[in-house]
């Protein structure tokens, strides 16, 4: 997950500063080298690095501790601030144009993912109620129309193309005219990248922008090149006057530096990140939001965000007044189980959860194919079983697990985890609160 080395070594400085009473000159210095490698280690821009620790030092240096808090917090405090000021203060939203259609001209290089961030971006769109169109630009990369048409089938999003032999600017043009017969409201033009920049490339943009007039130009950019993320940020920003960034693949690079530097060099926002091949995981980009993750303060808003995008309400408040009445059964446990696998990795959401110590997880051993097979022991039981577990003795036992392809000792241990998550649950609709070594059933 991005950023994951950065936030272990930024926690290991914090820990040491955690045993002083008073932040002297010399402690913030000693922590401020450190969290300058860390930074560079991570892969990001050297003056950026010497700009943000010059900051945080003369922030730092010689404050007292606040109240209430220790130093090793009125640390982070300051850091956490200067972060999210890194990587723009604010959500920067998409605009739209007061008539529509609205034009979004997609630009970047081969293999940053702009044809399937084009569809993803179309997909949220629509959530919101608008009525999308994408547009196949791309004619010089060979099955690049078919991608695009694929990528809309995916998330159920018409395409328009005219074929190879048509100029990009006639197509965007003729894409207009289709939009407003059929009253779509946003139109994604899907444009053609190259290996690297160059001229021809540039013109062709600029043609494109020229006639179009798009509301924004949105970069995609693949954030596991580093540096060169930034590099062909600068690029376009220059030569064709970008208004956003998105950035792919951050969940491939556990350093993820050209997250924290592209806004400040390029002063232009980042407005969507890509963390994985589905829909739901290009995320809108909150600098506050991102500055927690990486300082391990948890991240419990996208992780809101996430449930509500994954989560059906009504079976969500069935599943609050079941809990209240102590009537939690294999049943409603499946289909919350289900819910919470569209989510993304049961790891990466508790690492949202504040406080939750990263490195407590990476010694938890959970196990990536636990869902399934605890999903295949449930779905192995009768409806009469799931909704009444008590009544599951040796014989069921043993047909449960030949039906799962698991062990009766597996069967067994997940009865025992359930029986406890209905004590867990009890106490706390009773409002007890209780703590306890509880273990989920997805942990070995």
């Keep these: 997950m991005a950023f994951e080395n950065l936030s272990d070594k930024l926690q290991g400085v914090f820990k040491k500063l955690r045993s002083k009473g008073r932040l002297t000159e010399e402690d913030v210095k000693s922590a401020m080298r450190e969290v300058k490698i ?11 690095v010497k700009d943000f620790v010059k900051k945080v030092n003369e922030r730092a240096v010689g404050s007292e501790v606040l ?20 990587m723009g203060s604010t959500e920067s939203k998409l605009t739209f144009s007061s008539k529509p259609p609205t034009i979004y001209m997609m630009v970047g290089l ?36 078919k991608q695009l048409q694929v990528v809309g089938k995916t998330y159920d999003i018409p395409v328009f193309e005219m074929g190879t032999s048509v100029s990009p600017v006639e197509i965007s043009q003729k ?42 130009i949105l970069l ?39 997250a ?4 400040s060099v390029t002063n232009k926002p980042i407005k969507y990140i890509g963390m994985g091949e589905k829909l739901e995981d290009l995320e809108p980009f909150y600098p506050d939001r991102m500055a927690s993750r990486i300082l391990g303060m ?28 102590n009537e939690f059964t294999f049943e409603l446990f499946l289909s919350q189980l289900q819910q919470v696998k569209k989510m993304g990795p049961i790891k990466d959401l508790i690492k949202m959860l504040p406080g939750v110590d990263s490195s407590i997880l990476d010694n938890a051993n959970i196990d990536p194919k636990a869902m399934l097979h605890i999903e295949a022991i449930i779905q192995s039981m009768t409806k009469e079983e799931r909704n009444n577990p008590s009544i599951i003795n040796g014989p069921r036992k043993k047909r449960i697990a030949k039906g ?29 609160g209780k703590k306890g070594k509880f273990k989920f059933p997805f942990m070995k």
Aim: glycine share 8%; proline share 2%; net charge neutral.
């Design 110 to 145: 081969q293999g940053a993912g702009k044809t399937t961030t084009s569809g993803k971006l179309a997909g949220h769109l629509r959530k919101k109620g608008k009525k999308p169109l994408l547009v196949a630009c791309d004619v010089y990369r060979p099955a690049a129309i």
């Design 38 to 48: 860390a930074l560079l280690e991570a892969d990001v821009n050297f003056k950026i």
């Design 260 to 263: 924290l530097s592209v806004r």
């Design 404 to 432: 799962s392809g698991q062990t009766i000792a597996d069967v067994n241990k997940l009865l025992k985890q359930f029986e406890e998550m209905k004590k867990m649950f009890k106490q706390f609709s009773g409002g007890m």
């Design 298 to 325: 948890g991240d419990i808003l996208s992780l809101i965000d996430k449930a509500q995008q994954n989560f059906d309400e009504k079976e969500a408040l069935e599943m609050q007044r079941k809990m209240r009445n």
């Design 67 to 86: 109240e209430g808090l220790n130093p090793a917090q009125q640390v982070i405090k300051i850091v956490n601030e200067e972060l999210v000021a890194l």
């Design 175 to 216: 894409a207009i005219e289709f939009a407003k017969d059929n009253k779509n409201d946003v139109i994604l033009i899907d444009t053609a990248g190259r290996l690297h920049i160059n001229e021809e490339l540039m013109d062709e943009l600029a043609d494109i922008k020229r006639t179009v007039k798009p509301q924004e």
């Design 220 to 258: 995609v950019v693949d954030a596991m090149t580093g540096q060169d993320a930034v590099t062909v940020a600068e690029s376009f920003d220059q030569k064709l006057g970008i208004d956003g960034i998105i950035l792919t693949k951050l969940d491939g690079d556990t350093r993820g530096g050209a």
